[in-house]
């Protein structure tokens, strides 16, 4: 076989073989690191270490188990849907758009935001919860 065909065997066998998990793994970290390198570019760094973002905030689906960062104010939406978050440590005490952390595996609401100005949508708990540690201009979605 001469070295092109080779060549072409090997990049067809590495693209038909299943990825390991260490490297699936491996994948995910680096793209929550360049998420969060990039919300760092547009936040302000507080004296408290909580980052304050003017726009949305997208956490969705990256297998977290906490929130990366402490953020202050979210002039935004802010959303950490589908990972695998217990609680919501970390998450803005003030997010001016809608607050989104469903399909999580949450056991409290500890760590929500204190104001959410438009809808808060979670599942596990009653609207009732919610309202009792977070008031929300808009709609609870449970």
Partial sequence: MNK???QLKLIEEAWLKPMSDERAQELDDEKIKIQID?????????KDGTYDVDGNVYLDSMGLT???LKFG???GNFS????SL???VGSPIEVNGGFYCYNNQLTSLIGCPKYVGYDFWCDGFTKKD???????EGEIIV
């Fill in 4 to 6: 092109f065909k080779t």
């Fill in 38 to 46: 990039e919300i760092k570019k547009r936040s302000t760094l507080n």
């Fill in 66 to 68: 906490e929130i990366p």
């Fill in 73 to 75: 104010k979210v002039n």
């Fill in 80 to 83: 950490c849907s589908n990972n």
């Fill in 86 to 88: 217990t609680n919501l």
């Fill in 130 to 136: 919610i309202k009792q540690v977070c008031k929300v």
